[in-house]
């Protein structure tokens, strides 16, 4: 998950940054786009 996170995630920042215009939020939503609950 990790590559996946490194290969996509400056992408999908940029994209949410031009959606929202809020450098935070478009943090906190990448983080959000790639987080995985652990499996029980």
Do not use: G, K, N
């Not at 999908?12 to 940054?17: K, N, P, T």
Request: net charge negative; aromatic share 16%; hydrophobic share 40%.
């Amino acid at each position: 998950m990790d590559a996946v996170y490194q290969e996509h995630s400056r992408a999908v920042f940029c994209y949410l940054l031009a959606l929202t215009r809020d450098e935070m939020l478009a943090e906190e939503l990448t983080q959000e786009t790639f987080y995985q609950p652990l499996p029980f």
